[in-house]
């Protein structure tokens, strides 16, 4: 039974760094669409961005150019998302999630992990 698990997630200062973790299990990550979303209280979720196992090209929501790095690495079967100058407005719940298409619309994303909760405050 394909499984993600996320983990990562903390309570950081503004400015701060976090690497969140997403581990698969049940199934090999090649030739998926690995996607990091987030949501915030009273907000829709919203993709952050996405990495095509097979390629490596990655994808990313402008609010998080130049801050965030997704990567992954396949012998270990774990995405990553580096989240560098982190913004109190990045404080969210943070799920990965696994799909077919090169995507940031959680639409097109079947399989989801429980999600990590990001803080970033003072």
């Known amino acids: 039974q394909l499984q993600l698990v996320e983990s990562g997630g903390d309570l950081v200062q503004p400015g701060g760094s976090l690497r969140l973790s997403c581990a698969a299990s049940?199934?090999?990550?090649?030739?998926?669409?690995i996607g990091w979303f987030r949501q915030a209280p009273g907000k829709e979720r919203e993709g952050v961005s996405c990495i095509s196992t097979r390629s490596g090209s990655t994808n990313y929501a402008d609010s998080v150019k130049g801050r965030f790095t997704i990567s992954r690495d396949n012998a270990k079967n774990t995405v990553y998302l580096q989240m560098n100058s982190l913004k109190p407005e990045d404080t969210a719940v943070y799920y990965c999630?696994?799909?077919?298409?090169?995507?940031?619309?959680?639409?097109?994303?079947?399989?989801w992990g429980q999600g990590t909760q990001v803080t970033v405050s003072s």
């Open positions: 049940g199934f090999t990550l090649d030739y998926y669409f």
């Open positions: 999630a696994a799909g077919r298409y090169n995507s940031l619309h959680p639409n097109f994303y079947n399989d």
